[in-house]
């Protein structure tokens, strides 16, 4: 543990309770791609296998009980509570193009043939896609409520506060895990995408709201 790690897990804690947030005080979903959310739910189940069979201390656990129920229960607010809001039309990504390859991968390329390591690869390699159909879907509406923004922000920083943490490990413990790392700047690099993503869109939303007020003045 080192201050990068804590740091993370808060910042990733934060995103989602961001999310859950707005979902429940709007009552509405829209601008959420259920799917991204399911993917996550799925990342947590089959990472958090271990969780009754290997203790490694209360944080870890709690985080992870935490993590599992946040997960579930916006997939609920989406699919569930709030259906009638969520935006189906636009949540259209292809999840077979992203788990099929990943749980191939996850064969191939793992520390150790059994279920639970192929699981937890499987984690890995889908946690740094699965904010995919998030991002597919804000390009193709061409918009992003704030509050959206915040929590793909606080997600992005999650995933660079990991790489410190990791560096600082490799520093002090002289530790690497490659398929950790390598996911992990993946995925940072899709949310470096979307922070490019929104900065053009904006200013492409602005110039238009801005060329039909002049031609309405005109």
């Known amino acids: ?4 790690r804590i740091l993370g897990d808060l910042s990733h804690l934060l995103a989602m309770i961001l999310l859950l947030g707005k979902i429940w005080r709007s009552k509405c979903c829209a601008g959420i791609s259920g799917k991204s959310q399911i993917l996550f739910a799925l990342v947590f ?3 958090y296998l271990d969780l009754f069979t290997n203790f490694i201390s209360i944080y870890n656990t709690v985080m992870k009980m935490v ?3 946040c997960a579930y229960v916006t997939v609920y607010m989406i699919y569930g509570k709030f259906r009638k809001t969520f935006d189906s039309e636009n949540d259209t990504f292809r999840l077979e193009f992203l788990l099929v390859p990943v749980i191939g991968l996850s064969f191939l390329e793992n520390y150790s043939f059994t279920p639970l390591e192929i699981l ?3 984690s890995i390699y889908l946690e740094s896609v699965a904010i995919l159909p998030q991002l597919f879907m804000i390009s193709k509406t061409g918009e992003a409520e704030t509050i959206t923004t915040h929590y793909l922000f606080f997600l992005g920083l999650y995933r660079a506060l990991y790489l410190a943490n990791w560096i600082r490990r490799y520093q002090t413990e002289n530790f690497y895990d490659q398929i950790a790392v390598v996911s992990g700047v993946v995925q940072t690099i899709f949310y470096c995408d979307f922070f490019y993503l929104y900065v053009t869109k904006g200013r492409c939303w602005e110039n238009s709201v801005t060329g039909t007020s002049s031609g309405q003045s005109t």
């Open 120 to 122: 937890w690869t499987f």
């Open 1 to 4: 543990m080192n201050v990068f």
């Open 67 to 69: 993590f599992l129920l």
């Open 45 to 47: 189940t089959t990472r």
